[in-house]
């Protein structure tokens, strides 16, 4: 008997008879068994092998190009009642959804191995931490999720222990558009994904799990399960404040979480350390403090863009022990991807490079790797504690209005400002780039129910004993008349944290204005920059009337929740809305 664990081997038995695969095999997360998967791999053409001089134990996987991003339009988070799931998500009826993928599944993984991976979200010894099984019949899926999870036998000693977990059902099945399916059913914690290999909808530990599901789950337990990174900042002083911020998705949260600070920082003693990179689940500690632990034990980057200038870090940790996917490769079989020096020969389709079948690597190409190979990996992100977190971080790709940075009054603020967040869309999920998009929390594609319950959620945890962090909003993305990009971004972002921290320690008394508070002018750090006083005064800039007509769109988006849109969040936005009035009519006056 495989386990001892009676539901997960009559769940096991149950698959393997709809799905009728060849044989089973149940995974124990070993070195050798994810060398024998990267053979097999090698053998069949799933992988390529990379030059293992220059990137030993790296391989490269390409996806069928029709396959290379999450599908948001066949997701579906499937309640018992349509409005549990909001105006946010698809829904689907259960039974038909279940249906619908049973008839999908049916003798689907003939002539294949059905992979039995038991995995735990977190580390294996911490309370916060939830455990799940995927079926699945892709060896890569296997190999990935050895990377993003802590999969094996320790996890499925603890899914003994404790009787519960997340079942996942997937298969890639024909790779058919037409017959692609990611389906959550958030009250039967159950996902059953069908068509795709991508990661987001493949490696259901992530996406679907650790926020999907994890989501629903946290309401019903008192926690958080956000769509953040997770970074440790450490003073000269030697102290250490944890921010978890979310940004939608491909807009650098891999890169804040791995940020070099400035060369000036750096001699003075200031420090990084990357707790996670996408997802961060919260819960209130004995102190009143929220607690954070990141979920995932590997980073499934965006791999465009990471360069030396932007992410030196990201670049050492894929050195070497790394899956490639749709990345281009180098006449001497190094991976390539736009922003790295060298050439590419090779497209990410494998066909011989030419600039006008576009770039040449898939702009959602991806590295999965173990977090333990980060430079910067934080000696706490296995703590079972989780990190207290000192400030929570809103923000998104926002050409105009937003400043660089701004702090919520109080938490519902804070919680309006994350409701409110806006991004310009992002090759991360199929469908138009660059388009403005509301994307609340930054968890638009993967709240697994209603908007306005998890906005109620959100602000519950403002109650009597509650020691919350403070919240801001940053837009790094801001832009001048002639589109060119106001601040510098990437490791220049640590000015704006330490800004934060001040705030956080009652040492920056900032302007209260009317959309939050800003930092005067003297209280940014920008010694070594070379920004003129006309940027700085653009991005600190509060305009009136682009604020009044945003807090108007923020208003007929909010309503869109209703009837369940809690009235705290409607009155905060009506306050602002007020006070930008006032102000407005006092400055013409
Ligand atoms: C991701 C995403 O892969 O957000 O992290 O799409
Ligand atoms: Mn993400």
């Given at each position: ?22 044989q ?79 008839a ?11 992979y ?16 799940g ?12 999720m ?50 795709s ?72 003693g ?34 465009p ?15 070497h ?6 990345v ?27 600039p ?30 989780g990190?207290p977190?000192?400030?929570i ?33 992002t ?19 993967f ?69 939050g ?28 009337e682009?604020?009044q ?41």
């Amino acid at each position: 008997m495989p386990s001892t664990l009676e539901a997960l081997t009559r769940w096991v038995d149950k698959v393997a008879s709809l799905t009728q695969p060849a044989q089973i095999h149940w995974c124990d997360g070993s070195e050798s068994e994810y060398r024998a998967l990267v053979q097999q791999m090698l053998a069949d053409g799933t992988l390529i092998e990379l030059n293992q001089q220059s990137h030993p134990g790296c391989y490269l996987h390409r996806s069928n190009p029709g396959d290379v991003a999450r599908v948001e339009h066949l997701t579906f988070v499937c309640h018992a009642r349509r409005e549990d799931a909001g105006p946010n998500n698809h829904w689907m009826d259960p039974a038909e959804a279940h249906a619908k993928m049973d008839a999908l599944f049916d003798g689907c993984m003939e002539g294949r191995t059905l992979y039995v991976i038991p995995y735990c979200m977190g580390p294996i010894d911490s309370p916060l931490s939830r455990c799940g099984v995927e079926i699945t019949d892709s060896p890569y899926v296997v190999a990935n999720m050895r990377i993003m999870t802590r999969m094996g036998a320790a996890a499925l000693k603890r899914i003994e222990r404790e009787g519960t977990f997340v079942k996942g059902l997937h298969s890639t099945g024909e790779l058919d558009p037409e017959r692609r399916f990611i389906m959550h059913f958030p009250e039967e914690r159950t996902i059953k994904s069908y068509g795709s290999g991508y990661g987001g909808n493949a490696l259901l530990g992530k996406k679907c799990h650790a926020l999907r599901i994890a989501s629903h789950q946290a309401r019903d337990e008192g926690w958080l399960a956000e769509h953040m990174l997770i970074v440790g900042i450490e003073n000269p002083q030697g102290e250490t404040h944890y921010i978890a911020a979310a940004f939608p998705s491909a807009c650098g949260k891999t890169n804040l979480a791995m940020l070099i600070p400035p060369e000036g920082y750096r001699r003075d003693g200031w420090k990084v350390w990357t707790v996670g990179d996408d997802i961060c689940w919260m819960r209130p500690g004995q102190d009143g403090r929220l607690y954070a632990i990141n979920p995932e034990a590997g980073f499934f980057g965006v791999a465009p863009g990471t360069s030396d200038s932007t992410n030196p870090n990201a670049l050492a940790t894929v050195a070497h022990d790394t899956i490639f996917t749709n990345v281009a490769v180098t006449a001497d079989n190094q991976p390539w991807w736009e922003g790295l020096p060298g050439q590419p020969v090779t497209d990410w389709r494998g066909r011989p490079y030419d600039p006008a079948n576009g770039p040449a690597a898939h702009p959602n190409s991806r590295f999965t790797v173990s977090a333990k190979q980060c430079p910067t990996w934080s000696p706490k992100a296995e703590d079972a504690q989780g990190v207290p977190i000192s400030a929570i971080v809103f923000g998104g790709r926002r050409p105009s209005l937003l400043p660089l940075v701004m702090e919520a009054r109080d938490w519902s603020h804070g919680v309006l400002m994350g409701a409110a967040m806006g991004s310009e869309t992002t090759a991360a999920a199929t469908g138009a780039v660059g388009v403005l998009r509301r994307d609340s929390m930054a968890m638009k594609p993967f709240c697994g129910y209603h908007y306005g319950d998890y906005f109620a959620h959100w602000l519950s945890f403002d109650k009597a004993g509650a020691v919350l962090p403070k919240v801001f909003h940053v837009n790094w993305f801001r832009k001048d008349a002639e589109g060119r990009f106001l601040w510098p971004g990437f490791g220049e972002n640590l000015r704006v944290l330490e800004w934060m921290i001040a705030r956080v320690k009652g040492d920056a008394p900032g302007v209260d204005t009317a959309i939050g508070i800003l930092p005067a002018r003297d209280e940014l750090n920008l010694d070594g920059l070379s920004l003129t006083p006309g940027q700085l005064d653009e991005l600190l800039a509060v305009d009136s009337e682009g604020w009044q007509a945003e807090l108007e769109a923020i208003g007929d988006y909010l309503q869109s929740f209703e009837p369940r849109l809690p009235t705290r969040l409607r009155r905060e936005q009506q306050d602002i809305a007020t006070s930008l009035e006032g102000r407005t009519a006092a400055a013409s006056a």
